[in-house]
């Protein structure tokens, strides 16, 4: 009985407490701007395999995945400060399954992702994608949490952009997966800015929080009578990493490049990429394309892509399997022009080439409005090249068989509230 009384004395404090308090939230209340929205979007992936592929062995000729995604997002603004928070349900039905991937926290500073339901070919699981505290100055910006971040001038292969870059032949590139950071930035007088960033790991074998797992990274960005410029030193994963970049008009066109150099324990690499985009119209439609050249230091030769070869790039894999890199060659030429067929219809011939082996993957990606709310995107996926390489399939240590596909396809229905 004097527990209870006591449960309920707590209870009529707080009660009280709340009710005193009401015309002093009320007021903040008015103060602050809300804005809530989100989407829904169903996709569906098919695709095929050859007979002398590791992965038709596992799933056969073909493989169709559908999966659902419900994201909520939410942001609140008083004054300066402000808060967003990103959740995501996900359903999916996938014979690849059997592959292994879910997106997991494992390896992130907070587990904000839960799974709620595993199948053999089935999973349901929740996750916060952003939950981010900032403070907005006239000159300063700091954010704290989970939060996405994108730096460097890469179109698609972007080696300055340290934390979470896209896959170059990422389809739906809406959203970029956050990261636990601590985001700072400062704006000069002049209009240039200093950016500065730090990720917190954890080690996968312990599962403490390991300085060596962390990102630590500040970027100068300036303006100068020849274009922009940036200039990024960081630490990642133990590993220094200096960078420089540039953007400039010319002629009409935007021309860009980084060159990042990274210096490990092992060796020291360099990144180079460098594109221009040039927008025009041609017979009544609006016109873009983009072109761009990547070198990868990490890369292997063309003739070296068998496990035991890779086995011996040990700086290579780890980078693929963080997903830091998307390239195990050295040298790449990627294109596309994305053409508007009409106000409400685009097409995207995208092409991503791996100019040592001579091996690509050719991708047409449409995106068609349905309304104001309502999109369908969807993509054909063909590889290129002969098996061995990198987009025909590089080999799997076993006799006649390759880590290859054929033809792929991709939909994807997104409604928008």
């Known amino acids: 009985m004097a527990a209870l009384s006591k449960t309920s004395s707590s209870m009529r404090l707080s009660a009280l407490t709340l009710l005193l308090l009401l015309p002093l939230l009320g007021a903040w209340a008015d103060e602050v701007r809300t804005e809530f929205g989100g989407h829904t979007k169903i996709r569906v992936v098919g695709q095929t395999y050859p007979d002398n592929s590791v992965f038709h062995e596992l799933v056969g000729d073909d493989a169709v995945d559908v999966l659902g995604n419900l994201r909520l997002n939410f942001k609140a603004r008083s004054g300066g400060w402000s808060f967003a928070a990103g959740y995501q349900l996900v359903g999916l039905n996938a014979e690849t399954l059997v592959f292994g991937f879910l997106p997991d926290d494992e390896r992130r500073l907070f587990d904000l992702t ?5 199948g053999d070919e089935s999973a349901l699981l929740h996750r916060l994608d952003r939950v981010v505290l900032g403070l907005t100055s006239e000159k300063a910006v700091v954010r704290l949490g989970r939060q996405a971040l994108s730096w460097g001038n890469g179109l698609f292969y972007a080696p300055m952009d340290l934390v979470n870059p896209f896959d170059p032949a990422s389809i739906d590139t809406e959203y970029k997966a956050g990261d636990d950071m601590l985001y ?6 002049s209009g240039d800015d200093v950016q500065a960033a730090y990720v917190a790991r954890r080690n996968l074998e312990t599962g403490d929080v390991d300085n060596d797992e962390a990102t630590a990274a500040i970027k100068y960005h300036g303006m100068a009578d020849f274009g922009e410029y940036d200039v990024l030193v960081a630490e990642s994963y133990g590993d220094a990493v200096v960078g420089l970049g540039m953007s400039r008009n010319v002629g009409g066109a935007v021309w860009g490049a980084d060159l990042v150099v990274t210096d490990t324990d092992l060796d020291t690499y360099a990144q180079v990429v460098t594109n221009i985009a040039y927008s025009w119209t041609w017979g009544g439609r609006n016109m873009s ?31 693929l399997a963080r997903g830091e890199l998307f390239a195990i060659g050295r040298h790449y030429i990627a294109g596309s022009i994305m053409i508007e067929m009409s106000p409400l219809w685009g097409l995207t011939p995208t092409l991503l080439a791996n100019i040592d082996d001579s091996s690509a993957l050719f991708q047409l990606v449409t995106n068609y409005s349905l309304g104001d709310n309502m999109t369908l995107l969807g993509s054909i996926n063909v590889p290129l090249g002969p098996n061995g390489s990198e987009f025909g399939g590089i080999a799997s240590g076993f006799p006649d068989s390759y880590l290859s596909s054929d033809a792929g396809v991709f939909a994807q229905f997104a409604w928008y509230f």
């Open 114 to 118: 839960h799974v709620i339901d595993r």
């Open 289 to 319: 394309g983009a072109l761009e050249y990547y070198f990868n230091g990490f890369g292997q030769d063309a003739d070296d892509y068998d496990p035991l070869s890779l086995a011996g790039n040990p700086d290579l894999l780890v980078r």
């Open 184 to 189: 700072l930035q400062y704006l000069r007088d």
